[in-house]
């Protein structure tokens, strides 16, 4: 149904659809618009979605490993417990997006704006979000283990209850200024400094 539906869209719009338990493994819907449309328990691995847009669409149980989502728009959107590792979203716009229970790990983030998202209980570790614009950001539980930082400001922004072992920033250390941290993040951090604590 999800490969017809692709195949079949007039100038590539799906709207008002329900796809529950499809397998659409290498789906090519690249410059597509999804609107009021749920995917549920769907296997779209591999899948290309470049360009596409997706508003108030929700992702539920499914598998999104290594898909490619760059330059993608996302408005009112919900992915819940969703794997979606070594998935790309380099230059994706994210806007009133909500995340919970998913693994996100080893993804790529870069240049992205999160606009008015949440963020929970997700496995990020390892991530690339270098260059990303962040307002108004949510984070609670987010482990982002090793994850990559790099001219990405978090000024403002509350990570006290997420895993920031090992992150990744500049030399200069910028990306740290007014973020807010836990007194165990702060030494954490302190290493990342080289800041002796006596």
Not at 2 to 25: S, Y
Not at 46 to 58: D, L, M, R
Not at 83 to 90: I, P, R, T, W, Y
Not at 108 to 118: A, D, G, K, M, Q
Request: net charge negative.
């Amino acid at each position: 149904m999800l490969q017809e539906a692709v195949q079949n869209a007039e100038e590539n719009i799906i709207t008002d659809q329900n796809f529950e338990n499809e397998v659409g493994i290498s789906l090519l819907a690249e410059r597509y618009t999804f609107e009021n449309v749920t995917f549920k328990k769907c296997r779209l691995s591999t899948g290309a979605f470049t360009a596409s847009e997706f508003i108030n669409v929700t992702f539920d149980g499914c598998d999104l490993t290594n898909c490619n989502f760059r330059s993608a728009y996302f408005k009112n959107c919900a992915f819940t417990n969703c794997k979606a590792e070594g998935s790309k979203f380099g230059s994706a716009l994210l806007k009133q997006v909500n995340m919970e229970n998913c693994g996100f790990a080893y993804c790529n983030f870069v240049s992205t704006l999160w606009e008015n998202t949440v963020v929970k209980n997700c496995d990020m570790k390892e991530s690339f979000f270098s260059e990303v614009k962040f307002k108004k950001p949510v984070f609670h539980n987010v482990n982002f283990t090793s994850t990559d930082f790099f001219k990405t400001k978090l000024k403002n922004i509350d990570l006290s209850d997420c895993i920031i072992s090992s992150i990744m920033v500049s030399d200069t250390f910028a990306e740290l200024a007014g973020v807010k941290v836990s007194l165990f993040q702060a030494a954490e951090l302190a290493k990342l400094l080289q800041v002796q604590i006596v």
